[in-house]
């Protein structure tokens, strides 16, 4: 892990003092998590170097598992890497673009987890994801926490009492940055042919009952 890490910072030119977290791409989560051991990638996997400061981050791919040091061969810089380094240390939610029956309703510490409040709540996350689009149009996981975070941070009354108090937020955010992409026409069409063919797949390989 130690030479994937040297490897890295030698061909992108990163510093000692930057520190950066690498992450591989999780199909079942469709998303990027962190890689703790590497031996557990498999080889050639796209990995995503997180820039934890500001220095602007990449996408690389590396031969795996031995880790030896990489060549300029096996790290590459991915062109469709979509504003890793715009995406701030801390995510704050932009209360200033509330619309003001939700701040009245958070004034008063109305719960917008209940059923009756769905509309509110939409508004607020409506407000928080297409804040968040304009930065990424697809936040990888951890982005989608500091999300979630940000609205129990801001309001912590809306706490979850399960859980981590902000996996049920967590869920509806997932949810509503594919409506915020699809109202604002951000499209992903490698990503959306992914989706498609893995559709396909999975409908050929289940039997059709008689």
Not at 30 to 54: G, P, W
Request: proline share 5%; net charge neutral; aromatic share 8%.
């Amino acid at each position: 892990m130690i030479y994937l890490f040297q490897a890295i910072r030698n061909r992108f030119g990163i510093n000692d003092e930057t520190t950066f977290q690498i992450q591989y791409y999780d199909n079942e989560c469709e998303s990027y998590v962190d890689i703790e051991d590497c031996t557990q990638i498999a080889d050639m996997t796209k990995l995503h170097c997180r820039i934890l400061s500001a220095v602007p981050a990449t996408i690389v791919t590396h031969n795996l598992p031995s880790c030896p040091p990489a060549t300029d061969e096996q790290l590459t810089s991915d062109e469709n890497s979509v504003a890793h380094s715009e995406w701030p240390l801390k995510f704050e939610f932009p209360v200033e673009k509330l619309p003001s029956r939700v701040c009245d309703a958070l004034e008063k510490q109305v719960n917008l987890c209940h059923p009756k409040q769905r509309y509110l709540r939409g508004l607020l996350l409506h407000t928080l994801c297409d804040t968040a689009v304009k930065i990424k149009s697809h936040p990888d996981h951890s982005q989608k926490v500091d999300m979630a975070k940000s609205i129990i941070l801001q309001w912590p009354y809306l706490t979850e009492q399960i859980g981590r108090g902000f996996d049920g937020w967590l869920a509806s955010i997932v949810d509503c940055l594919k409506s915020t992409r699809r109202t604002l026409g951000i499209v992903n069409k490698a990503r959306s042919s992914a989706v498609l063919n893995r559709k396909r797949a999975n409908a050929i390989s289940t039997p059709v009952k008689q």
